[in-house]
């Protein structure tokens, strides 16, 4: 009896051991998660809203969900790659509130490199290398193309958030059609449904995918979160 006695006891210790370490775990993830970030409260569509403290990027709370992502093959202007149209699973994320400024990049980078020079324009001119060192600097990260796109759509199901014509863009967009071919002050246009701005136009945006025109055709895909990084390209 007393070496059974003793098994239970050193499980019930490693149980107790695992049950601890999961909680610091956590703990420590709760506790860097408000060492980087402070509360904003709730926006205007419901979403909650914090304020990076290094640079002072506000960022939306995106609920998780499931979407279908892809362009359908009769969309006009679809690429070859933006198919075919699949079911993707995402956990909730965090995702900027608007481009990140020529002012934020300056005050961790040092630097502004922008074709069109003002403080609260888009930075641009990036390589996604760039885009890296950045997020490495401040512990933060580029969205999926999934994560992406979930945002920019915001439940709805039309060719943009805001409806199928080029009228409906003009309502969230800048582009070619009413810029003047020259990015605009971030947060200039109405926001989308869960409060994001500039999802569409004003500037091309980084995500942290390398690229792959057969991802989509990929079971990776299909996957909760999924990402196409070096590790699930095709040869």
Same mark, same amino acid.
């Given at each position: ?6 098994? &239970?006891?050193?499980?019930?210790? &490693? ?10 775990? &956590? ?199 999924? &990402? ?8």
């Amino acid at each position: 009896m007393k070496p059974k006695g003793k098994s &239970i006891a050193l499980l019930t210790g &490693i149980a107790l051991l695992v049950i601890l370490g999961a909680s610091a775990w &956590i703990y420590r993830a709760h506790l860097r998660f408000w060492w980087l970030f402070e509360s904003l409260g709730a926006n205007a569509q419901g979403y909650p809203e914090y304020r990076h403290r290094q640079t002072g990027i506000v960022f939306v709370r995106v609920p998780g969900g499931t979407f279908m992502m892809g362009s359908p093959e009769k969309q006009e202007g679809r690429l070859k790659h933006e198919g075919p149209v699949h079911e993707v699973m995402l956990s909730p994320f965090l995702m900027a509130k608007y481009e990140v400024t020529q002012e934020q990049w300056k005050k961790l980078m040092g630097d502004r490199p922008a074709k069109f020079k003002a403080e609260n324009l888009p930075v641009e001119s990036l390589l996604w290398d760039d885009c890296q060192e950045f997020c490495r600097r401040a512990r933060l990260s580029l969205p999926t193309e999934a994560q992406w796109e979930y945002a920019c759509r915001a439940g709805s199901q039309t060719v943009f958030s805001s409806g199928n014509s080029e009228g409906d863009v003009n309502l969230v967009a800048w582009h070619h059609g009413n810029s003047g071919d020259k990015p605009h002050p971030v947060g200039s246009l109405p926001p989308n449904e869960f409060g994001l701005h500039d999802m569409h136009g004003n500037a091309l945006e980084w995500c942290a995918d390398v690229f792959d025109s057969d991802f989509y055709s990929n079971l990776q895909s299909d996957k909760k979160d999924p &990402i196409c990084d070096d590790s699930k390209r095709r040869d």
